[in-house]
């Protein structure tokens, strides 16, 4: 669920807790990196996904976090999340 709101913290355009994208521009490819996000966070059962990308922000700063990676990378490929496999971001470690 897509919800246009202000409340992103500062020096984002968009916040992803699944299953809410919340946004501040519903720029399609902002959107598409966050149904990434999405997929990342289902796929890992949610609260792993945050531990694991507070331990790599914490490490490797965040442009060097696999799941942003993987979603910058991919954010304007509107196709790419029907042909992703399952654990794609690991290649991005």
């Not at 807790?17 to 490819?29: Q, R």
């Amino acid at each position: 669920m897509i919800i246009k709101t202000n409340i992103v913290p500062k020096g984002f355009v968009a916040i992803t807790i699944f299953p809410f994208i919340f946004t501040k521009d519903k720029d399609a490819i902002i959107i598409n990196h966050e149904k990434i996000h999405l997929r990342q966070q289902a796929e890992m059962l949610i609260l792993p996904f945050f531990i694991w990308y507070l331990v790599e922000a914490i490490i490797r700063g965040y442009r060097s976090i696999s799941f942003e990676k993987e979603a910058y990378e991919n954010e304007d490929n509107f196709n790419y999340l029907k042909n992703r496999k399952l654990y794609s971001w690991i290649k991005y470690l």
